[in-house]
């Protein structure tokens, strides 16, 4: 039999007793330099007194228990490590701060804040270990959420029960204490008390920095729900959540890009946190997840997101097309995810939106001929895909003229006839507009759409139900017919003068463009067979009817109608 002092020689001996026993040394001994180097610090004074306070506070509580029982519990030595992670982070720090040699005050200000906090963190947790030891899961009672209706003390005590949890339970406990907490912050009050609870904010930020895969995702997910209130997102910034959301992006897991991303997205909606994610490497690290082709498109579309809040930045739109963001997103435009497709299109047309000069980059490295793709019917695009392919095309290519040439090269006329003849509401409506739009610069183009075949699709567009389609459509007749072999093939179909005339009826509730039809026959009635297809209308009375309720546009008309060689024709209404 072994006796007492063999036991304790045994224990001595023990390599992890010995190993933690290390740790726990060098830990002293690097905060005790630390705190050495922190005096010779001149800048952020009363940031560094912060900081130097809680390193004594974390010292001396280090060495009451190398010389205590609790240096012998496996439990402590597993929280020293990330102590020391934060020490050697904080170490690097002074060091900047002493030789001048960071990259900006409010960076710097921003770390300061950051790791003051995780060295709160840390004082509470060795305390929760010093006072109570640690939890497991076997050996704690669970207390169950508040029903409905529960006194708001119920509801503290539960929040603040998950809060002893997630400080000194063991990663089980860790991990059951976050569910429960994604649980409760989607509803306000729960949400009201834990951002209220500045340690659990400051803890759900270290746990991202956590070895834990699951520790990490869980944290992340309760952080998303608590940024999707407005009035929480100071709290999760001031609290450091940037840095450790940006380090996952470049090395988490699938899920925890995938939701750091998010967090990220809703966060920079306030474009203030714009630069805060560009100086910690977020703008480098969301460009690597979109220009990755192996990375999961529910990881890029929420990246692509990021990156179209930052790029209202002037300075960072600048980085971005150094770090070749251009090429890199017109790659995303042949994504087969939807979601990667609309972020890609969308931040490329925010990029060019007032600058020439990225506009001639996009069109440059193949920008047009991919959105052309994604209107391509051959190709199983969504409808939304190809509302903003179409808007974007508009953004890019209709301000001069050999971006529109390079488009109509590529087809794009007859895309649009296909779409006005049998797109969707919503794409047909964005197809008459860049119809409408591309009818008014120039005869040559005009001519064109009149060889394909728009001018027939026009006119069945004067009658639809929606009153935008309907005076787009009619204007854009109105400028095609300016054109006389446009002119000569519009009045060869007895049916386009008729309908036209049909839809001047005075009573007609959808008569709202009036002045565009009457202008188009005003043009038509500029060549004899013009004239005659008008007089020779059963519907020509519809124009004796707005001309004798004094409608300007229709008597001259009239009048036009009235020579010599018509005259006898139109001589009753004249007379009357």
Wanted: proline share 2%; net charge neutral.
């Amino acid at each position: 039999m072994k006796t007492e002092m063999g036991h304790k020689e045994e224990e001595r001996n023990s390599p992890e007793l010995s190993t933690g026993k290390s740790t726990h040394r060098r830990a002293i001994q690097l905060i005790s330099s630390l705190i050495s180097l922190s005096h010779s610090v001149k800048v952020f004074p009363v940031k560094w007194q912060l900081i130097r306070n809680k390193l004594e506070e974390l010292n001396s509580g280090l060495t009451a228990a190398q010389n205590g029982d609790l240096n012998q519990n496996s439990e402590l030595w597993d929280l020293i490590p990330a102590m020391l992670l934060t020490v050697s982070e904080c170490y690097e720090f002074a060091r900047q701060c002493v030789n001048m040699s960071y990259s900006g005050k409010l960076l710097m200000q921003s770390d300061l804040d950051v790791v003051s906090a995780k060295f709160e963190l840390h004082l509470k947790t060795l305390a929760g270990v010093c006072t109570i030891g640690i939890p497991n899961h076997s050996s704690v009672i669970l207390v169950s959420r508040p029903g409905i209706g529960a006194c708001q003390d119920d509801m503290k005590f539960y929040v603040k029960d998950l809060l002893t949890r997630l400080k000194i339970g063991d990663l089980e406990m860790k991990s059951q204490a976050l569910v429960a907490m994604n649980e409760v912050v989607g509803e306000e009050f729960f949400l009201k008390i834990v951002v209220e609870t500045d340690e659990i904010i400051s803890l759900l930020v270290n746990f991202l920095d956590f070895a834990e895969t699951e520790i990490q995702e869980e944290s992340i997910k309760v952080i998303s729900v608590i940024a999707g209130n407005d009035l929480c997102k100071s709290v999760l910034v001031g609290a450091g959540i940037i840095a450790p959301l940006i380090r996952i992006l470049e090395s988490g897991s699938d899920l925890g890009k995938k939701r750091a991303a998010r967090t990220l997205q809703i966060l920079t909606e306030n474009s203030d946190n714009a630069w805060l994610v560009s100086a910690h490497g977020g703008v480098t690290a969301l460009l690597n997840i979109c220009s990755n082709g192996d990375e999961k498109g529910e990881t890029i579309g929420p990246a692509c997101g990021v990156l179209r809040n930052l790029v209202g930045v002037e300075e960072i739109k600048k980085f971005m097309v150094e770090e070749g963001a251009i090429s890199a997103f017109i790659k995303l435009i042949r994504s087969k995810d939807e979601v990667s497709q609309i972020n890609s299109i969308e931040f490329l047309k925010i990029m060019a939106s007032g600058d020439e000069a990225i506009r001639q980059m996009i069109i440059r490295a193949g920008g047009i001929q991919s959105l052309i793709r994604v209107l391509d019917p051959k190709f199983p695009f969504s409808s939304k895909a190809r509302e903003i392919s179409i808007q974007a095309i508009e953004s890019f290519c209709f301000s001069s003229t050999s971006s529109i040439n390079i488009l109509l090269g590529c087809g794009f006329l007859d895309l649009l006839l296909f779409f006005i003849r049998s797109g969707e509401v919503s794409v047909q409506e964005l197809a008459v507009k860049a119809t409408y739009r591309l009818s008014g610069v120039s005869e040559e183009i005009k001519k064109e759409m009149g060889d394909v075949g728009f001018m027939p699709e026009l006119v069945r567009l004067l009658d639809a139900k929606s009153f935008e389609i309907r005076e787009m459509a009619a204007e854009a007749l109105s400028n095609m017919v300016l054109v006389p072999r446009n002119r000569r093939r519009f009045v060869q179909e007895d049916c386009n003068v008729c309908q036209i005339l049909q839809l001047l009826k005075p009573e007609e509730g959808k008569s709202g463009n009036r002045k565009l039809l009457l202008s188009t026959l005003m043009s038509l009635s500029s060549s004899n067979s013009g004239r005659r297809k008008i007089v020779n209308s059963d519907y020509l009375k519809n124009l004796e009817k707005l001309a004798e309720a004094e409608v300007t546009d229709a008597k001259k008309l009239v009048r036009k109608l009235s020579t010599n060689r018509f005259h006898c024709i139109l001589k009753g209404f004249w007379n009357s």
